[in-house]
């Protein structure tokens, strides 16, 4: 069953306008949420995060919005760069198992120059 | 500092072989952790090492299994292989177990059961 759901595989956005990738989960133990980014051929690599005693935590062009009543997060990417473009992993993590992330399976995010 | 490094990058075995992959920590890092990438799933947390002890485990089979060594270096095995663990494994090492420590990725070792 998964716990970690993103609902679109795929996002084209134009350069320079907002890429907003969305992720929903079931669980309400979860209390820590990560976004990490793959470029093929390579291993994830963490990008923002977010506790749940928050709403929104912001980094540069990043903004991980959190909706607990809703369980649902997004990410923002604003502006969006073609270097941007990627598979986006959204991970949610209870206290007692932080290193047991439970990933969505993944949103392609194309940057159209 | 060296990021994590998994080896080999690729590898090629038959049904009911045995396997073992190799996951080096970055510098530092005590805890561990394995997942399985598939096209389907996603990423599967199969389990975490700290401190060469298991602290976690995924819901995987018994044919998986780790262990740590005292430098922190990490192995996965997997027993009796079967057409459906044709993935990427991934190693991922953290400076210590708990929330706020991020996950640091290996590139991954691609296994595919013939």
């Known amino acids: 069953d998964q716990q970690v759901k993103q609902n679109s595989p795929s996002l084209s956005v134009q350069e320079g306008r907002i890429s907003i990738l969305n992720c929903d989960y079931t669980?309400?133990?979860?209390?820590?949420f990560l976004w990490y980014k793959k470029y093929p051929a390579e291993g994830p690599t963490f990008l923002i995060s977010i506790s749940s005693i928050k709403d929104k935590n912001e980094d540069g062009r990043f903004t991980v919005f959190l909706n607990k009543s809703a369980k649902h997060l997004s990410l923002h990417i604003v502006p969006s760069q073609p270097g941007d473009s990627a598979v986006y992993f959204c991970?949610?993590?209870?206290?007692?198992?932080?290193?047991?992330?439970?990933f969505g399976t993944g949103t392609r995010l194309t940057v159209i120059p | 500092k060296a990021g994590v490094t998994q080896t080999p990058r690729y590898l090629i075995k038959t049904r009911g072989q045995q396997v073992t992959l190799s996951c080096s920590p970055i510098?530092?890092?005590?805890?561990v952790s394995w997942y399985q990438q598939t096209p389907g799933q996603g990423l599967q947390f199969l389990f975490e090492y700290f401190s060469e002890t298991q602290r976690n485990k995924g819901n995987f089979p018994g044919r998986f299994s780790g262990r740590q060594f005292s430098n922190s270096r990490s192995e996965m095995n997997v027993s009796t292989l079967e057409l459906g663990d044709s993935a990427l494994y991934l190693c991922a090492s953290s400076s210590e177990t708990g929330v706020g420590s991020p996950l640091h990725f290996g590139n991954g070792t691609r296994l595919t059961v013939t």
């Open positions: 669980n309400s133990m979860f209390d820590y």
């Open positions: 991970a949610a993590s209870a206290v007692t198992g932080a290193n047991n992330l439970f």
């Open positions: 510098s530092g890092h005590r805890s």
